[in-house]
């Protein structure tokens, strides 16, 4: 167990619909990633907070977005939704923003579009 | 950007057999190195990382890796694997100085054989 958590575990829905995802990270960390894990993709990241702000932004789609709230728990927020969005999306954490930081990655919430 | 290449996608092996997996990364500034692994269903786990003094890196579970930076590789090995090393490894890197973004591999299967 990481420490960190995501809700919902599963997640389907139907094309054009609009998700929402959350993620409390471990307790003391102040980063929050996002990953989208697909087939064809691979492992990819979407975006980064630290403290409340957008820290780094990655392959994430304008269709998507995210935010870290006070109490330092994330949401992200998935709409017009499409097939090919189906896919793992991940939530990490980290003590803080530097690349050296090791990420805690949560058990993933899976997204289908049907 | 960099980027990372996990030359193998598939690796069987024999139970308490050598393996190395093989990454490759490009990146034109200092990187960190990690390798993660991720069991069934599960998230992602840092098994080690590289970011600066001996090449030679130990992780948990008996890994290793070795940086090498005039073939740009980071080689993840195991002198003797257990089934429960049956597992989804990733290398990933991230730009030492300015990265806050993580560039994974696309994953190398390891399958343990009794």
């Known amino acids: 167990d990481s420490g960190v958590t995501q809700t919902p575990k599963h997640l389907i829905t139907a094309t054009g619909q609009r998700v929402t995802l959350r993620c409390s990270p471990r307790?003391?960390?102040?980063?929050v990633y996002w990953y989208q894990q697909s087939l064809d993709q691979g492992l990819q990241f979407l975006i980064q907070?630290?403290?409340?702000?957008?820290?780094a932004k990655g392959n994430i789609l304008e269709r998507f977005s995210a935010q870290q709230f006070p109490d330092l728990h994330s949401e992200l927020n998935l709409s017009s939704l499409e097939l090919g969005d189906s896919a793992l999306y991940f939530c990490?954490?980290?003590?803080?923003?530097?690349?050296?930081?090791?990420?805690?990655f949560g058990p993933g919430t899976r997204l289908t579009v049907l | 950007a960099q980027s990372v290449t996990q030359l193998d996608s598939q690796v069987p092996v024999f139970e308490e057999a050598p393996v190395e997996l093989r990454c490759n990364y490009s990146?034109?500034?200092?990187?960190?190195l990690f390798w993660y692994v991720q069991y069934p269903n599960q998230g992602l786990q840092l098994l080690l990382k590289?970011?600066?003094?001996?090449?030679l890196v130990k992780g948990i579970n008996g890994f290793e890796a070795e940086f090498n930076k005039s073939q740009t590789s980071f080689h993840l090995r195991k002198p003797s694997v257990h089934i429960s090393d049956t597992a989804e490894y990733f290398c990933?890197?991230?730009?030492?100085?300015?990265?806050?973004?993580?560039?994974f591999g696309t994953g190398t299967s390891l399958t343990v054989i009794p």
């Open positions: 307790s003391g960390d102040l980063s």
């Open positions: 990146s034109s500034v200092s990187v960190y």
């Open positions: 590289y970011l600066s003094g001996s090449t």
């Open positions: 907070y630290y403290n409340g702000e957008e820290r």
């Open positions: 990933a890197v991230i730009a030492s100085n300015t990265g806050n973004q993580f560039y």
């Open positions: 990490a954490s980290s003590v803080e923003a530097g690349g050296h930081n090791e990420q805690f």
